[in-house]
């Protein structure tokens, strides 16, 4: 526009709540992805596992059903309900940490690739507000999968066995949630630093997989060479198995370490990735 012509008006609409302002990197950075109809179809398919699950609560106070599958009277399809949703939150969160490979790699190195960085810190973004944005795109996909059905199979259970139940097997819907959301943290601190160190793609997916599985080949490779437990403290995995099986009283193993020491060596990686991510999500990068 001509400046001459003195036509120019500054924005006079809505101004977003500042509070809200790295929604709107969560929102497009789902629309990115969804764009993708392997990545929908995937996405789909995670819920199968809590569809399953719930038709086997509903078989459990089946009577009808179960003679139908010639189960003895007055034993019931499931009987260890810990058990049974533990299961559930592991195989829901093994298709977290599938959803963090594709995922977590196409949310920052993309900006990085491009320098994009500054095009939003010139903006009333602040470091905080952009990794903020990030994270919940990958955190909100992983809670639809995991901790959200998993509280609506508790729901349906208590809703099939009564109130009753549902006070005396609380700790269950405890450990749905909390055991979810520290997968969750992990598997996303995890995506986000690496998606920032590697630029390319489809190595930073791997590199998410190969974080924790070559993580629980080491570990196991250190315990039987040198004879000891401490090779755990890298295997992130089995630290996180650790942490579910104490928040649902199910023990995860003789392995001489406590939870406390795997909720701490889980903070320890959530804060070497936070400062990975600070090293990277700067608006100017130093070329030597």
């Known amino acids: 526009m001509a400046i001459y012509k003195r036509t120019y ?17 969560t929102r497009y950075a789902w629309r990115y992805l969804f764009r993708s109809r392997v990545m929908t179809g995937f996405f789909i398919l995670c819920f199968f596992p809590a569809i399953v699950m719930a038709l086997g609560l509903y078989l459990n106070h089946s009577e009808s059903l179960l003679r139908l599958l010639r189960m003895p009277p007055g034993r019931p399809l499931i009987d260890d ?21 594709f995922a977590a790699p196409t949310l920052i190195s993309p900006d990085l690739a491009n320098n994009a960085l500054p095009l939003y810190f010139c903006r009333p973004f602040s470091r905080a507000e952009y990794v903020l944005g990030k994270f919940c795109a990958i955190a909100w996909l992983m809670s639809l999968i995991t ?7 508790f729901l349906i259970e208590v809703g099939l ?27 996303s601190f995890i995506g986000l630093a690496l998606s920032a160190w590697v630029k390319w793609k489809p190595i930073a997916g791997a590199l998410v997989l ?5 993580g629980a080949g080491f570990g196991a490779a250190i315990n039987a060479v040198l ?15 650790l942490f579910m099986g104490t928040l649902f009283r199910v023990p995860a193993g003789d392995d001489e370490v406590s939870s406390v020491a795997a909720v701490m060596q889980l ?3 959530c804060a070497l990735c936070l400062w990975l991510l600070s090293k990277k999500t700067r608006a100017f990068e130093v070329v030597r």
Do not use: C
């Not at 008006?9 to 990197?25: D, I, M, Q």
């Not at 309900?81 to 490979?101: D, H």
């Not at 901790?147 to 199979?153: E, K, M, N, T």
């Open 210 to 214: 190969g974080t924790f599985f070559l």
């Open 147 to 153: 901790w959200i059905p998993g509280l609506i199979l």
């Open 227 to 241: 004879r000891t437990k401490n090779g755990y403290y890298i295997d992130t995995g089995h630290m996180l198995n």
């Open 9 to 25: 008006r500054a924005y006079a609409g809505a101004l977003t709540p500042e509070w809200s302002r790295f929604w709107v990197l």
């Open 161 to 187: 066995s009564g109130p009753a139940w549902g006070w005396t097997h609380l700790y269950l819907a405890r450990g749905i949630l909390f055991g979810s959301l520290a997968y969750i943290l992990v598997y």
């Open 267 to 269: 903070l320890a990686v």
């Open 81 to 101: 309900f810990p058990l049974y949703f533990r299961v559930f939150v592991q195989i829901q969160t093994g298709w977290a940490i599938l959803l963090t490979a």
